[in-house]
């Protein structure tokens, strides 16, 4: 018994054939749009996700803020740690001990610490985080500088600028964090 050779295969090239490469993206359901808009150029980045989606879109100016307090907040820190009792005679016009002085800056130091590492991140989560640290730090410096001033009786002209440095830094802070949590709008 003989058996007769099968003749030769065609292949077809279908790198050249664009309806059909068109055909075969969309069996396999690669470089349609989905439901929310985004485009996946196969189906791995459709199963595991597009890393776009987490890219946050950040305010103008946010790094610089980020920057500017985290210079702010480590100037001040140190400024507290090696020079206490000047820091406190500027602000209040009176002496009091070194080491409440210290311990403000070693705070300080700390929060400076979360926005150095809040300025290098790309996580929206995180950058909202250390903003509303930094708020609330502000927020509550705020209301604690304003009844130590009332207990006192007196207001000098560092007092005064301290309180409205950290109501600008409170405000811009808190905009910064709302803009943040906003969601945005999908085209």
Partial sequence: MTTKPHPPLMKKHSQTDL???LKTRKVLGVGGEDDDGEVHRSKISQVLGNELKFAVREPVGLRLWILMSALLFTVTA???LAFPSQVY????????TRISVRLYGGALLSIS???WNGLYTAEKVIIQWTLLTEACYFGVQFLVTSV?????????NGAILLLLTEAF???VTLSYYYYLGRRSKKI
Wanted: charged share 15%; hydrophobic share 60%.
């Fill in 169 to 171: 830094f409170f405000l």
């Fill in 113 to 115: 610490l979360i926005l």
């Fill in 89 to 96: 005679e500027i602000v209040f016009e009176l002496t009091t």
């Fill in 78 to 80: 140190l400024m507290a």
């Fill in 19 to 21: 309806v059909s490469r």
């Fill in 148 to 156: 130590t001033l009332l207990e006192m009786g007196t207001l000098s």
